[in-house]
């Protein structure tokens, strides 16, 4: 046989291996006719992806099935999220960027102009065109007869819902007549905005189209109330339970339920490519099993899932380690992308005068927060790898500063101990303060008791602020009944995770950080008031919880990125010196467990709902698996 040439086989060696014409769940459709070419399949424009070594991954060959653990059939919904398919969506710096928008343009936030691809098409085959999103707004969300439990908050600025255009047949305009710096992040979210739904397939189920006849024997045949009942079951995307529904997703759900284990076959139409022009999803299938949460970590370290997040935390790392090399799996350890593992919640709106007083008075708080030893509790529950912080945005967010972390986060016994003196809260018998009552400073921390680490934390708290001479004491009632008493002021403090986006960017509205929501656990009685302009609640009687309210206000309406961020780090810069709430340590990990033979799995990531959507925002589209 005739040698080749050296440069010939190094070429040869080198290259990627060949990827089947047509991915092998589709072929014999395709062979058969029952499906089109994947060319005709394709926008016109299709968005490409780059996957190469400057990126940290690699072109993948297309087929494989991924395995997946879920505790319930709502967990479907995490099948939205980790696809991550948007009209627009973050990149992993998070930037925005279009995805299944071929391009908008943002006219000073007020007037957005969206741009569909052309050729685009559902997972049915059918057009996605403008009357999608003119079905979305005029039949279903402006409806008078589908006005069932409000429409989003994001399409609301200064009040007023959107003027809604269609332009052309590819494209689209919402105009407002004040900035709405909430739309596009919410087109971009974890749970996006629905602005669009699959008209040919659901028109059938409205009246406005329907055959009213029809329509009334499949009212009768779902077993539902009305119509207006039916279309909203057939057009639940989020939770994607009917397969019956087409869908832009990477992903199309075949399994109708209920049932114990879910089946996601590659959508032929999707809008993806990667560099060398072969569409994505490099995985042909995804399977949800259905298993009890409690046993997942079990099942997962005896390797029964390809890729696993959810349902693991920090203490089943080592159990996991062991199983690696038995099971064919690697375990990396991702960032959590709360504000805190845990934080504590003094109720500034708590009923009892005496505590409210004093939670109230920034030395108390800030005394609080001196007297724990962060250093200690990271030692003891994280193995050390966590970073002791105040409750804020993390390194992974643009806009995260050292000091932000580390205010009134040091174990400085001595300057709390002299804050407490400095209010006048003086000692009674064995040490333990008093209030100027002589009420003992018995401080009861209230917990649903979900959480062991919540329980964990508290124990070395409780012996750290024993000697600032206050007493903690644990109670702990169920999620709805603690809801209940937190926003009735009968709890007077409480611990929960931190802030659930510990990653904004300024574009993020700053809300978490804000007096405007009555489920806040800090300021439950002044969010109310916020929330619904006075009519409940208690008017804001802190001048710097005040200014925070402008300052969102003003977020409201800011033009550009710079007067956004400015407002931004005002309001960081009030909670780190206010310490509206007090965390403990941020950074912590949590396992991701891996197939050896899936690729394109970052090392590293952060874990988080929004921004990154989980594995969303690393493009689990590119994700594949090898025949090994």
Do not use: C
């Not at 090399?325 to 005068?353: E, I, M, Q």
């Not at 007077?492 to 995770?497: D, F």
């Amino acid at each position: 046989m005739r040698a080749l040439p050296v440069l010939s086989l190094l070429l040869a060696l080198l290259a990627p291996p060949a990827l089947a014409e047509e991915a092998p769940l589709l072929a014999a459709k395709v062979s058969s006719g029952a499906l089109p070419p994947e060319a005709q399949r394709l926008p016109d424009e299709p968005r490409k992806v780059v996957v190469d070594a400057e990126t940290g991954r690699e072109p993948g060959k297309r087929g494989g099935t991924l395995r997946m653990l879920m505790a319930e059939q709502n967990d479907l919904r995490m099948m939205t999220v980790y696809g991550y398919a948007r009209l627009v969506g973050f990149n992993r710096k998070l930037e925005l960027e279009p995805d299944i928008l071929a391009g908008y343009e943002n006219e000073g936030n007020k007037v957005f102009t969206l741009h569909i691809r052309p050729g685009h098409r559902w997972s049915d085959g059918s057009p996605f065109t403008a009357e999608d999103f003119r079905y979305q707004w005029e039949d279903v969300i402006v409806s008078p007869e589908m006005a069932r439990g409000g429409i989003d908050p994001a399409l609301y600025a200064g009040g007023e819902l959107p003027k809604f255009e269609v332009v052309d047949p590819l494209t689209v305009r919402y105009t407002w007549a004040t900035p709405n710096p909430m739309f596009l992040t919410a087109l971009a979210g974890a749970r996006p905005l629905d602005v669009y739904s699959a008209s040919a397939y659901l028109k059938k189920f409205h009246a406005k189209y329907a055959d009213a006849q029809a329509l009334d024997a499949m009212v009768k045949a779902e077993k539902v109330k009305d119509w207006q009942s039916l279309q909203i079951r057939k057009a639940r995307s989020y939770r994607p339970e009917n397969p019956d529904l087409p869908t832009l997703q990477p992903w199309m759900n075949t399994t109708r339920p209920p049932s114990e284990r879910f089946v996601f076959d590659r959508n032929p139409y999707y809008h993806k490519v990667d560099q060398n022009g072969v569409q994505l999803p490099y995985l042909d299938r995804v399977v949800l099993s259905i298993a009890e949460g409690s046993i997942i970590p079990a099942k997962v370290g005896s390797g029964e899932a390809d890729l696993q997040e959810r349902y693991l935390r920090f203490s089943d790392y080592t159990f996991l380690k062991e199983g690696e090399k038995r099971n064919g799996y690697s375990v990396k350890l991702w960032t959590v992308g709360k504000g805190s593992a845990v934080a504590l919640y003094p109720n500034l709106n708590s009923v009892d005068p005496d505590w409210r007083a004093v939670f109230r008075d920034v030395r108390f708080r800030r005394a609080l927060s001196l007297g724990i030893d962060r250093s200690e509790i990271n030692e003891a529950l994280f193995s050390g790898l966590a970073q002791v912080s105040a409750n804020t945005v993390i390194p992974g967010s643009p806009l995260w500063r050292e000091e932000l972390a580390t205010a009134y986060a040091g174990f400085d016994l001595d300057q709390a101990n002299a804050l407490l003196d400095e209010i006048g809260l003086k000692r009674g018998p064995g040490g333990l303060r008093q209030f100027p009552s002589g009420k003992p400073m018995n401080l009861i921390v209230e917990t649903t008791g979900e959480s062991t680490m919540e329980t964990d934390v508290l124990e070395l708290v409780r012996d750290s602020w024993s000697k600032l001479g206050v007493k903690l004491l644990t109670r702990t009632s169920q999620r709805d009944i603690f809801r209940s008493r937190i926003g009735a002021g009968e709890i007077i403090m409480s611990v929960w995770a931190g802030v659930d986006n510990g990653a904004p960017t300024p574009d993020w509205n700053p809300k978490e950080f804000v007096p405007a929501d009555p489920y806040n656990l800090q300021w439950p009685a002044w969010g109310n008031y916020v929330f619904t302009q006075g009519k409940a609640g208690e008017k804001i009687e802190d001048p710097k919880a005040a200014r925070l309210v402008e300052l969102q206000a003003e977020w409201m309406l800011a033009a550009d990125e710079d007067a956004k961020r400015r407002i931004w780090d005002e309001i960081l810069d009030i909670q780190a010196d206010q310490v509206f709430s007090i965390g403990i340590v941020t950074a912590t990990l949590v396992p991701v467990v891996v197939s050896n033979r899936l690729h394109n799995v970052p090392d590293e990531g952060i874990s988080s709902f929004e921004p990154y959507a989980y594995f969303g925002v690393y493009e689990m589209d590119a994700f594949w698996m090898d025949g090994k």
